[in-house]
């Protein structure tokens, strides 16, 4: 029997009850494993947030106690790794990831996360995230891979082959998830799940392209934001869902919405009076499955019932579960097996260790970096409130933000904090390291004599200016100033932590928040030189950190072994290679700051603020240098092929970037677009000529009436180190 009749045969089966339970998506640790086994029986088609025997068990009411005995699906969130398991290897955040550029390596990362995964007996993985990040004041900016769709793309897509290998139905293969369709990061004022103001024009101009490739990688589910699109939120958007996603596009996978987000069409978006009004809204739109809000089943059988809606529509979601499932082989393997042994093992942790020293970004370094045994430096402080916290270290989407049922929040050996990381690269040097905390990431409460924080802040000017020692009155940052004025070298780790990020937490202020900022006044009076490392969910607006600092490291949220990866790179071990995927603002009313503005701006800054970004999209310097020359362009193959060098005396790892300018279009087109990317290994004193092959689309406007093509006219066609002007070589070509 073709798959097709199989499922035209089970379909015809299918009582209205049947096929509106296929839809509902249960969420087992909020209702509980009673409540779930009863969802079962009546033939609920996927769980969520379930592991392990719970899942045996509720597998087994499904396929042996309901009616038509269809199997269920179980998805779980595993972005960065199977992180909510304690025991699960724990990699770096996608956006700390995507400074790899590494298409492979996220391919890896995504296949050892679906064995983990697999290995709890789970199907489907909510991920990869196909947002893009162009206002890091949003909260979920470290779950994205950063500002570039074509960047997003690429690595989204890799992750996708990564996640689902060659066969759905596979022991160690779990099925994707492309999310959040569609624009959910452009919100007005980055505002998590806000309206977004921007017409189909600009989704398909911008945000259409990375799920695009996460259809071609072969994605078998997207997900719905929990936005709105000018104001008609995405779950209920027809226009998103059916005509371009379905007809346009082809997607022929699941369509899962956002958690409740049919209940939220009533109590939040207010678009529709009742939960049948939004029941029938979310099935008509083209969501299949119905995350969490179980109240759909019967609203929409009663839509049904009275006409309101066609069980047609019912039969068309129930028809994209079922041919995923079949895809899946659930009936012939109904429960995941993974690879016995493979959570937390010793390649995975490996794995994450290479993704965490290839994402480390070295953004300057006046000279002091490496640092070297050369018995000048004795005594290293090192000093901060990330330096020795693996909370701070992991960001979001671990066990520590959300836990499996009955794990508790306590950190779980192993993992290597940046502290743990200096100690073993200093280890039998003879260097002493010293840690201070300094000051909290986000409680000013560490002063005690006032709670006065702008008399607090003069106190720290005053200590600066006039080297008082008033700051006595500061435990934390007095313990730190002691120890940072007696030490030969400073070691500062700064940032935020996972409780100023993730849903529900955008910020108004990228500022260091808490004490920091006059931690690092303090300390940087003491003419001590200073490293600073920033352990953080996204780019902060820290210019004065920047100016006192000897150097900067950006290490992101690096995972387990974050720690060892940047001590690596500031010792010298590690040549680093990581280079931004997203810009940082000089100040938080600078955003939006990605790299690719339209022109047009008079003055293009604001009268308060300098013209470019703290740093931009792709930076990202290393311990030797690069030199580009002799670049070429085959219309024909739409080719491009540049020579790069390494001109300094270390090995190093370069990212080959190649933008795109249509210098005039019809419509407003950005100067630069990053249109190609590879990574060359090259040793001191090597050349290689690397060709990058292009998409049309890099070539491609996106017209008023939302048609694309390639204009007749001159490109110019831009290789090098970064998106700065400074760090590109360019041709000009005509079209
Ligand atoms: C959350 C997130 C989504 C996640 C889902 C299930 O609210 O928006 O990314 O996959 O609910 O946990």
Redesign the pocket.
Known sequence: MSDKSFIDNLISQMTLEEKAAQMVQIPVSAVGMEESLKWAEMGAGSF??VFGDDIKELQKAAMEKSRLKIPAIF?T?A?RGHAENKDATIFPSSLTMAATWDRDLLRQVAAATAAEVATDGLHWD?AP?FCLARDPRWGRTG?TFGEDKYLAGELGAAQVRGYQGDDLSADDTVLA?A??YIAYGEATGARDSYDTEVTFRKIRDEFLSPFRKAIEAGCGSF?TA?GSIDGTPLTANKKALRDILRDELGFDGIVVT??DTVNYLVVRQKVCKDINEASRAAASAGNDII?CTSAFYDAVIEEVREGRLEEKILDDAVRHILSVKLKMKLWDKPIKKGIPGSIGCKAHLELAKKAAENSVIMLKNDGVLPISFNKKIRKIAVIGPNANDIRAQYGDWTYFT?PLPGVKKEPARPYVTLLEGVRAQTEGSGIKVEYAYGCAVNRPDYHRETKDIGAFIDMCYEINEHGTDNYKQMPFINEAASLARESDLVILALGDNYTQAG?YTDRADLDLSGMQEALVRIISGFKVPIITVLIATKPLAIPDVVKRSDAVVCAFNGGMFGGEAVAEVLFGKKNPEGRLPISFPVMTGQVPVYYNQLPGWHEGRYVDCPKEPLFVFGEGLSYTWYEYSGLKFDAGTKTVTVTVANTGDMKGTETVQIYINDKVSSIMTADKNLAGFEKVELEPGESREVSIRLDDEAFEVTLPDETRVIEHGEFDIMAGHSSRDEDLIKITVVL
């Open positions: 969520l947030n998805g969130d972005v909510f995230l779950e998830c999310k959040h997900m929990y956002d958690w995350m959300h849903e």
